[in-house]
């Protein structure tokens, strides 16, 4: 587990101490229901309650003697609970433990991550409503294209991430099961109330059927919905990465008073952040598709997954808190360069209006075709540094012949680049 970027709140779900603390939490839950089922006596569920705990050094020296977690963790529950101990682990497996409270602590850890997807929407959409109606020029392949918002950028975020947490909150729900069915997932031992109960007193849902573990799947989609946050948040941070080279320098991270940026060039401020957020997400990626290998497994149950959960899980939910929180972050101090947006949107003279002055100019040309010519000569001039785009467009006599002087000052003008943005933001923030 990767625990330099463990956040406390995280840490307190994954530790071996917290493992083994929802361990006994099943355990007590299962003899709870059993006790109320008069499985076994009242008095012993009480002694196990009062008396269950454990010692992880006790523990680690009985695994190194019996090569098993769980018998490990139950004989050393056993030496605090004493004569009752025997009904301790009654009909169960150790799957039905193991999988319930990874269950269980995986929807805890979601719940931490959810917690930051609404601060981010919330500062996403600060953003977007700040700058709004503030221009800033569109590019399609990495090239000038035409003018849009500032405000439409991070609506797209907002909207981007809404989907994220629809999709992890579906996933969540799909791993906010239990199981306590035995052996092979027959409830060879146990009635299948038993699990109904402790379920429900664990804020889970019991699987309709199981075999000795709960389906893989499950997990998969998890931790795939994970990958897709981290991905979308990669989408965000390359974004700003783009935008914060000085020969663009619209947006960039926030850089502290005393903060440095390079060793050897004193002039470097580099978006450190946002690139640690693009490696996250691809360490995220990878775990996606190791939990997918998982959910083949041999019959009723094998073990091959494992040893790659203890893993994976706990540093797939950890790494992307993680990434929320300092994603949060670039967003509370990130700087927005209004003025290079509006220089930007005017490179060359109002190159990127060309297709507003292709499409006045098409209908008295009487072809598309013959305008997009017309049209094109210039920009191409103005993009070789052959003069400014307006000036060349007004300078030209077969464009000039269909256009007057102010007709094609209309065309450079940024209003209509403008004119819907309170619909797409009614779309997207529902007001």
Partial sequence: MITRYTLPEMDALWGEQAKFESWLEVEIEAAHAMAEAKIIPQKAYQSIKKKATFDIKRIDEIEA?????????????SEHVGEDAKYLHYGLTSSDVVDTALALRMKRSAAVIDKKIVETLKQIKRLATKYKTTPCIGRTHGVLAEP??????????YSDLERCRDRFTAATTNISVGKLSGAVGNFANLDPKIERSVCKRLGLTPANISTQVLQRDRHAEFVSALALLASTLEKFTTEIRNLHRPEIGEMSEGFAKKQKGSSAMPHKRNPITCER????????RGYALTAMENIALWHERDITHSSVERVIIPDATTIVDYALHKFIGVLKNLKINEDRMMRN?????GLVFSQKLLLKLAGPVGSRDTAYRMVQRNALAAAEGHGLFNDLVKKDKDIRAHLSTSEIDACFELKPYLRNVPKIFKRVFKT
């Fill in 148 to 157: 849009t918002t500032a405000g439409l950028k991070f609506a797209l975020w």
């Fill in 277 to 284: 957020i693009s490696g996250i997400a691809r360490l995220v």
């Fill in 345 to 349: 949107i005017y490179f060359g003279g």
């Fill in 65 to 77: 003697e019996v090569d098993h977690d769980v018998i490990a963790f139950l004989t050393a529950v």
